[in-house]
């Protein structure tokens, strides 16, 4: 199977982990910079295009797409999936794991338990909104965020 990581680093250690497990299962592994591809989008399902030329015979596409790159690499990834590529990950899924309060929205309408959340567009309401989910200490957080940036705890 030929299969494309798209990632921005193939020396990451995530990146390498997945190259060498898809060889070491006889895979053909290509890492490709997603900010490298264009796609063209029409009625004829072109594939992405890398370094000007088609990318033709990819069967699967494993998603690494940093928060730096989420919008693009998701849009590139859509494409994939446009043309009938299999991917790991669909774009949509990833641009939702990057909203947390559309995916507990996602996990809640599935009748999935989530934590009591409150979300705010500023400060005003804010006594209120930790009364709502209290009690302290409580859990602030940025609505978009990765790796526990933006994530505060208010006692």
Do not use: W
């Not at 890492?31 to 699967?60: A, H, N, R, W």
């Not at 446009?82 to 559309?102: E, Q, W």
């Not at 526990?148 to 006692?155: C, K, L, P, S």
């Amino acid at each position: 199977m030929r299969v494309a990581v798209l990632s921005r680093n193939s020396a990451l250690y995530s990146t390498s982990r997945l190259v060498l497990a898809a060889q070491a299962r006889g895979h053909d592994v290509r890492v490709l910079d997603p900010l490298q591809l264009s796609i063209t989008v029409d009625t004829k399902k072109q594939p992405p295009y890398f370094e000007g030329e088609p990318l033709q015979g990819i069967d699967g596409v494993i998603p690494r797409i940093g928060a730096s790159v989420t919008r693009y690499g998701a849009t590139v990834l859509n494409e994939f999936e446009r043309v009938g590529t299999v991917t790991l990950n669909s774009g949509d899924s990833i641009l939702l794991a990057r909203n947390k309060v559309a995916s507990l929205q996602v996990l809640a309408r599935a009748r999935i338990r989530v934590p009591a959340t409150v979300c705010l567009r500023g400060v005003s309401g804010l006594e209120g909104a930790i009364k709502a989910v209290g009690p302290f200490p409580v859990i602030l957080k940025l609505q978009h965020g990765t790796q526990g940036i933006g994530t505060m705890m208010a006692e």
